[in-house]
């Protein structure tokens, strides 16, 4: 079946430690993006990628990392420089053909940081 | 500057009642809308979405919305509400020029269902 994965669905960790969240999908699609989910404030753009060796900061990239060495994967490092870094993480991709506009979500990673 | 505001932040309804969640938008051209669904500590799923032509459309889950432009509005639509349903909906339009396919989220309307 083709889709998103995102491991681990819990990450727990020490504050001042990096920690990486993966998000890898097989359906072939051109642009992958990391979304933060607060409480009651919807999603936010973290980085987002169009093509391999590519990405963009978001709204919020502060604190953050992505790579993008491989069209499948898109990992985000949340570094000690976040200030708040316990928060549910959403990974999305797709197809990034002109009309073809809708995101496709994986089930998300929530992190816990103290 | 382009936004998505949904009035409502939780909405509590009936089983077998009729549903309407609301979802106004700012944007300097002709949006791409689209509503998405969020069980708890679940990714989002796509419900439906508006491109252009027919300004009702059909989703998923007998899903439905209204896309109404003198109104900046889009509604999400359901005329009997299951137990099911009950999970976290999210409006978002886009795209934006240059803008790699963003998509901006509204904050989101939590739906209970009562039995």
């Known amino acids: 079946d083709g889709g998103i994965t995102q491991s681990p669905k819990y990450l727990f960790r020490k504050e001042g430690q990096n920690v990486t969240l993966s998000c890898e999908q097989n359906?072939?699609?051109?642009?992958m993006y990391w979304y933060r989910q607060d409480p009651g404030q919807g999603l936010r753009l973290i980085y987002y990628?169009?093509?391999?060796?590519?990405?963009q900061k978001g709204d919020i990239a502060e604190g953050y990392s992505v790579s993008r060495e491989k069209k499948e994967s898109f990992p985000l490092t949340v570094t000690s420089a976040q200030k708040n870094p316990t928060a549910f993480y959403l990974c999305?991709?797709?197809?990034?053909?002109?009309?073809?506009?809708?995101?496709?979500f994986g089930p998300g990673t929530r992190l816990t940081v103290t | 500057a382009q936004s998505v505001t949904q009035p409502d932040i939780h909405i509590t309804v009936s089983e077998g009642a009729s549903l309407e969640l609301r979802c106004n938008y700012s944007?300097?051209?002709?949006?791409?809308l689209f509503w998405y669904v969020q069980s708890p500590g679940q990714g989002l799923q796509l419900l439906l979405k508006?491109?252009?032509?027919?300004?009702l459309v059909q989703g998923i889950k007998g899903f439905e919305a209204e896309f109404k432009r003198s109104q900046s509005s889009f509604n999400l639509r359901k005329p009997s509400v299951h137990w099911s349903d009950a999970a976290e909906y999210f409006c978002?339009?886009?795209?934006?020029?240059?803008?790699?396919?963003?998509?901006?989220f509204g904050a989101g309307t939590r739906l209970a269902v009562h039995p």
């Open positions: 999305a991709s797709s197809p990034g053909d002109r009309g073809y506009y809708e995101q496709y």
């Open positions: 359906l072939n699609h051109d642009a």
């Open positions: 990628s169009q093509i391999v060796n590519d990405f």
């Open positions: 944007y300097g051209a002709t949006p791409y």
């Open positions: 508006y491109f252009s032509g027919d300004t």
């Open positions: 978002a339009v886009g795209p934006f020029r240059g803008g790699y396919n963003k998509l901006i």
